[in-house]
């Protein structure tokens, strides 16, 4: 099984601060990645597929990037929207996602 | 859409029928997922299944378990969970492929709880 390991688990950060989540496998899941956020009580969000491909209505200021093992998920300028829970998931084997990364207000 | 049903306190050992109702796309054109997550604690893939019903997974957690099914006719996929165990208690989602590929999930249900306990 393809293991899916986010770093850090929890990341305080302040309004307009620029954060990046770092997803890494086990082993090469070339750019079949997606990140979703999700938000207390609600459903996951899908956000970026194909490792860097935004989806549509998902603002620019969020980016993903990676390929192989090594993938980060970039919030530009981070909004009061922002604040949630990302995940980050492989689609190269099956399917497996990363443990999640809180992202608080500092 | 997606909306999810079946919700409901079970016992250990026990089964349980979740459904979920597809609108507003062609649910025929898309493979399908289940997708849960235990109180507090991150998504687990479970289970999916190709547009056509041929060709399904399980993650080794409900191999054998658990049986994924759907009917295009209804728009609907269902998820047969039997032999349920305390570590299932979960709130579980459905969520839809892009088109026909096995891929990421671009929409989901808003999920329905299943708690196992005696």
């Known amino acids: 099984d393809i293991q899916m390991t986010q770093s850090p688990s929890t990341l305080s950060a302040s309004l307009g601060d620029r954060v990046t989540i770092t997803c890494r496998a086990s082993?090469?899941?070339?750019?079949?990645v997606a990140w979703y956020q999700q938000k207390p009580g609600k459903a996951p969000k899908l956000l970026i597929y194909k490792a860097s491909t935004l989806e549509s209505g998902v603002p620019s200021r969020i980016s993903g990037s990676g390929s192989g093992t090594e993938f980060t998920l970039t919030i530009s300028s981070l909004q009061p929207d922002d604040f949630a829970t990302y995940y980050c998931q492989q689609y190269n084997k099956m399917w497996t996602f990363g443990q999640g990364t809180r992202v608080e207000i500092k | 859409q997606l909306v999810e049903s079946g919700a409901d306190l079970v016992k250990p050992g026990g089964s349980l029928r979740l459904s979920c109702a597809a609108s507003?796309?062609?649910?025929?054109?898309?493979?399908m997922a289940w997708i849960r997550q235990a109180p507090g604690t991150g998504l687990e893939w479970i289970s999916f299944i190709s547009h056509s019903g041929r060709t399904i997974y399980y993650a080794d957690s409900v191999k054998g378990r658990f049986i994924v099914s759907r009917d295009n006719a209804k728009n609907s996929l269902y998820l047969q969970m039997n032999s349920l165990r305390d570590e299932d208690t979960a709130i579980y989602y459905c969520?839809?492929?892009?088109?026909?590929?096995?891929?990421?999930?671009?929409?989901w249900g808003h999920g329905t709880l299943v708690t196992v306990s005696s």
């Open positions: 082993q090469s899941v070339s750019t079949w």
């Open positions: 507003g796309f062609d649910f025929s054109d898309h493979s």
């Open positions: 969520a839809r492929s892009p088109l026909r590929v096995a891929a990421y999930f671009d929409s």
